[in-house]
């Protein structure tokens, strides 16, 4: 079955940090997802990818950016971490043989 | 304005008997639509979708109705059983592949 890590299962980091939160897939899927999941608000779309150098916002782009040098790799970067980005990050890539999204098990970032 | 709506955050049921989780969505390009279940500290898991040529999709246990007219989609569980206590999500997008758009969540409590 498809492999999506998340290279931190938990990370805490201070405000004004940048940070980087890695994403691998190992089935050479070309589409890419970041979501933050909060409490009561569900997933939201960060950003997402359809192929290497390629990226798309999506519903919450701000205080985000992203970077997809090879198409294994979808890596989400908190230019300046603040308090309000404190949350659960998920990675996902997209199986198109069986048009499944797969999650990786998820980064919780908190920012103090 | 949100897309994709879960109205009920919370359901409990009895061991043995039938789960039924509700999702509503306005955007009538939607044509592909899944469920995801996500128990805490893990990434979601794929559960069952359904595209917009279908009304009904069966696996197991699980069974997804999709009513286009009423923009309205559910998930039934039968039996329900303890290991199925977890968060669902309702997700849809106009295409398999491109970018989903989740509901908040529902947090399905199943009781021995």
């Known amino acids: 079955d498809v492999k999506v890590t998340q290279s931190s299962r938990y990370l805490v980091k201070r405000t004004g940090e940048k940070v980087f939160l890695e994403c691998v897939q190992d089935m050479d899927h070309e589409n890419m997802f970041w979501y933050r999941q909060d409490p009561g608000l569900g997933l939201r779309l960060i950003y997402f990818?359809?192929?290497?150098?390629?990226?798309e916002k999506g519903d919450i782009p701000e205080g985000y950016s992203v970077s997809r040098e090879k198409k294994e790799r979808f890596s989400l970067i908190l230019e300046s971490a603040s308090t309000n980005q404190t949350s659960m990050y998920l990675c996902?890539?997209?199986?198109?043989?069986?048009?499944?999204?797969?999650f990786g098990s998820g980064t919780q970032l908190s920012v103090l | 304005d949100q897309q994709v709506k879960q109205n009920s955050p919370s359901l409990s049921v009895q061991e043995g008997r039938i789960s039924i989780l509700n999702c509503d969505y306005t955007n009538s390009m939607f044509d592909y639509f899944l469920w995801y279940k996500k128990y805490p500290a893990e990434g979601p898991t794929f559960l069952i979708s359904?595209?917009?040529?279908?009304d009904k999709n069966e696996d197991g246990r699980f069974t997804v109705f999709l009513n286009k007219s009423a923009k309205h989609l559910s998930l039934h569980i039968v039996p329900s059983q303890p290991g199925d206590s977890a968060v669902y999500f309702c997700?849809?997008?106009?295409?398999?592949?491109?970018?989903?758009?989740f509901g908040k969540g529902t947090t399905l409590s199943v009781s021995s």
């Open positions: 359904i595209s917009s040529i279908k």
């Open positions: 990818s359809y192929d290497v150098k390629m990226k």
């Open positions: 996902a890539s997209f199986n198109p043989t069986n048009e499944k999204l797969f």
């Open positions: 997700a849809a997008s106009n295409q398999a592949g491109t970018a989903l758009i």
